[in-house]
T-cell receptor, first 114, second 110 residues
């Protein structure tokens, strides 16, 4: 596609529910990143994929968070038993590779847990 | 652990002024530094990418410099316009994925 696409753009869910957030990277980009941004803060790293594998998941806050990229393209961030503190904007980015390549971000998914 | 600091946190200037946004980082072992723009409620738009071997990059009215040894970068905006109002984020990439500062919120007053 022309850019990184994230769906949905907004998601409201009840505390304790399960949610899935989708990221469709730029075609041909092997590196994919998930970030979380709280109000007034810079984005914080969650997980990085190189191809199908999670090369670095050190930013995932706990085991309620999980992400997959089964075919090396689209990625899904999954959050179980959502808590109000999970409310944030979840950003996805892709780049040609991990090294020195420019990263391109999607418009984000605003998650609100009520 | 890499830490990125942006100063000032907020800036308000009259239209037409030239301005400088500052970014500093603690670990100079980086591959590149990227400046982004973020409009309220939106994602990040890449403005400039400076590789570690480069000193500066220019795009239109924007000029970004990099002094890797001192851990500093500046974003210079010439002849500011109200449409430049946004949050500007600096991020560095080293052995870890992009590490971001908290941003500078810029308001350009007509």
């Amino acid at each position: 596609g022309a850019g990184v696409s994230q769906t949905p753009s907004n998601k409201v869910t009840e505390k304790g529910k399960y949610v899935e957030l989708r990221c469709d990277p730029i075609s041909g980009h092997t590196a994919l990143y998930w970030y979380r941004q709280s109000l007034g803060q810079g984005p914080e790293f969650l997980i990085y994929f190189q191809g199908t594998g999670a090369a670095d998941d050190s930013g995932l806050p706990n085991d309620r968070f999980f992400a997959v990229r089964p075919e090396g393209s689209v990625s899904t961030l999954k959050i179980q038993r959502t808590e109000r503190g999970d409310s944030a904007v979840y950003l996805c980015a892709s780049s040609v590779n991990k090294g020195s390549a420019e990263a391109f971000f999607g418009q984000g998914t605003r998650l609100t847990v009520v | 652990k890499q830490e990125v600091t942006q100063i000032p946190a907020a800036l308000s200037v009259p239209e037409g002024e030239n301005l400088v946004l500052n970014c500093s980082f603690t670990d100079s072992a980086i591959y590149n530094l990227q400046w982004f723009r973020q409009d309220p409620g939106k994602g990040l738009t890449s403005l400039l990418l400076i590789q570690s071997s480069q000193r500066e990059q220019t795009s239109g009215r924007l000029n970004a410099s990099l002094d890797k040894s001192s851990g500093r970068s500046t974003l210079y905006i010439a002849a500011s316009q109200p449409g430049d109002s946004a949050t500007y984020l600096c991020a560095v990439r080293g052995n870890t994925p992009l590490v971001f500062g908290k941003g500078t919120r810029l308001s350009v007053i007509a």
